[in-house]
């Protein structure tokens, strides 16, 4: 539930940047989402794995030091890969249908219908990769403390 609390603020982000590159006959963020979004969202799903490989460690070894159970951390870390998985896999279905012909017949409603919808997967996937991210910040933190307990 919390998820979908949160995709449905970028939603409404990539409504509004849809909006406004419509107002402002703009086609920059289409045409580059629709050509780069599966190429990002793969790049960032690699990011993100490579910097949760380095929370593990250090989770490991503040757990080891000081005596700290992460149950709960490791199934979030899974979750946000596998909320990764799924946004590329929607990416594919929403650009499969954007090509197409047959799904929506009106040229506005399918430009709004599908450019909000990549443009909210987009603003999700940025807000993921930052999610994850500050997290190595909290374990720095951390790690910051121990070592001031220590001296």
């Known amino acids: 539930m919390e998820n ?3 995709f449905s603020l970028y939603l409404l982000l990539g ?3 849809a909006f406004v590159s419509k107002i402002i006959s703009s ?3 289409e045409t580059f989402l629709v050509g780069n979004l ?3 969202q793969i790049t960032l799903l690699a990011i993100n794995i490579t910097i949760i490989s380095l929370i593990f460690t250090k989770i490991k070894d503040i757990s080891e030091a000081l005596k700290i159970s992460f149950v709960k951390t490791t199934p979030e870390l899974k979750k946000s890969i596998l909320e990764q998985i799924i ?3 929607l990416t594919i279905v929403l650009l499969v249908f954007y090509q197409g012909e047959i799904l929506v017949n009106s040229p506005e409603i399918k430009y709004y219908l599908f450019n909000s919808l990549l443009n ?3 603003f999700y996937v940025i ?3 930052f999610d994850t991210g500050k997290a190595i910040f909290l374990l ?3 790690e910051n403390k121990q070592n001031n307990k220590s001296e």
């Open 120 to 122: 909210g997967v987009f």
């Open 127 to 129: 807000y993921l990769l």
């Open 27 to 29: 086609t920059f963020l």
């Open 87 to 89: 946004l590329i896999i």
């Open 15 to 17: 409504i509004l940047a």
């Open 38 to 40: 599966i190429i990002i």
């Open 140 to 142: 720095i933190e951390a």
């Open 4 to 6: 979908i609390k949160g």
